[in-house]
């Protein structure tokens, strides 16, 4: 893996990411969808989708272009400039 200059919000694999989301957005959407039905109890899954999701669902979005792209692109910069190009196969 190379070193990177920011935070890598990206899953080993693309089927993780995808799991981590359905988890996170889940129990983010139930909490909310089931408050009528069953009161302030389901607040109680919301932690539990922030957690799948680690921390907010702008990261996982964050994390799933980055795993998309993982090995894919890579970045070289030369004299103060940087371009991305895909990486050789």
Do not use: N
Request: proline share 9%; with cysteine; charged share 15%.
């Amino acid at each position: 893996m190379p070193i990177t200059d920011g935070p890598d919000f990206a899953s080993s694999t693309l089927p993780r990411h995808l799991v981590r989301g359905a988890i996170g957005l889940g129990a983010l959407a139930g909490s909310v969808a089931l408050l009528p039905l069953y009161g302030p109890i389901t607040l109680a899954l919301a932690p539990v989708g922030l957690l799948a999701l680690r921390g907010c669902p702008m990261c996982w979005a964050i994390g799933l272009a980055q795993t998309l792209s993982r090995g894919r692109l890579q970045r070289e910069c030369t004299d103060d400039r940087c371009e991305l190009k895909v990486a050789p196969r």
